[in-house]
């Protein structure tokens, strides 16, 4: 716990308290995104679900006699995700679970979207996959490993369709990783690439992203997820 508190602290330390903010990702206005899930699975039957994120703005936390701003958004399950600008980009600093009183798990911080935006600009992420699902009749078996994600800058020109109309001049990254894991007897080694494409307009947000996790056997064929913003609100 303390190493964990530590770390959240260096974090901190480390990002700073730029006020720049990445107009594809708006960070301090009071906003509520719906979205709409479908999964789409080789070897299962379409899930499709809602869900919905909340940015809480600007706020300040106390951790060891210092003062920090972040910008919490409110996941639909409870956790609240933290979120910071730098100046060479935005990045996402650290969590809490609902069962949680101060921050008890902490990420590495991860960079959402760079700054300034330019066409062919390269970051690396840490990643996990969590698509791949072989259900059996007791139980369920996913496929979860880490990997890095690696995303470029692909335009800012893209025009997306969503149930809130047409988005233009909007930005699109694309990350690419491949990893393996290893299941049991029966499963055996596996080969997982995954390509993650999103859209972000400005002022909004992210408005689009699929996501697919392609494996080298038919045990579990290939997943794709597809999230698509329904609904906008802001304070």
């Known amino acids: 716990m303390k190493n964990n508190f530590s770390l959240f602290l260096l974090l901190l330390l480390t990002l700073g308290c730029s006020e720049q903010n990445n107009e594809y990702f708006p960070l301090e206005k009071i906003k509520t995104w719906n979205y709409t899930i479908k999964i789409q699975p080789d070897v299962d039957d379409t899930v499709i679900y809602k869900k919905t994120n909340q940015s809480l703005g600007k706020q300040k936390i106390s951790l060891k006699n210092e003062s920090f701003e972040v910008y919490p958004f409110l996941k639909e399950d409870g956790t609240i995700l933290y979120y910071q600008s730098s100046d060479d980009g935005i990045y996402r600093s650290g969590i809490k679970f609902t069962k949680d009183v101060n921050f008890n798990i902490i990420e590495k911080n991860r960079m959402v979207l760079p700054s300034p935006i330019k066409i062919g600009g390269k970051w690396e992420v840490d990643s996990k996959t969590f698509l791949i699902l072989k259900r059996y009749p007791y139980y369920d078996y996913r496929a979860t490993?880490?990997?890095?994600?690696?995303?470029?800058?692909?335009?800012?020109?893209?025009?997306?369709?969503?149930?809130?109309?047409?988005f233009r001049n909007c930005l699109k990254i694309r990350g690419t990783g491949k990893t393996s894991f290893i299941g049991d007897s029966e499963i055996g080694s596996i080969i997982i690439e995954v390509l993650s494409e999103e859209w972000y307009a400005k002022d909004i947000g992210l408005i689009k992203a699929i996501r697919t996790e392609k494996t080298d056997t038919d045990l579990f064929g290939t997943t794709k997820m597809v999230q698509i913003l329904d609904n906008f609100k802001k304070k």
């Open 145 to 166: 490993t880490n990997f890095k994600l690696n995303y470029e800058i692909l335009s800012t020109k893209e025009v997306i369709q969503t149930p809130l109309g047409k």
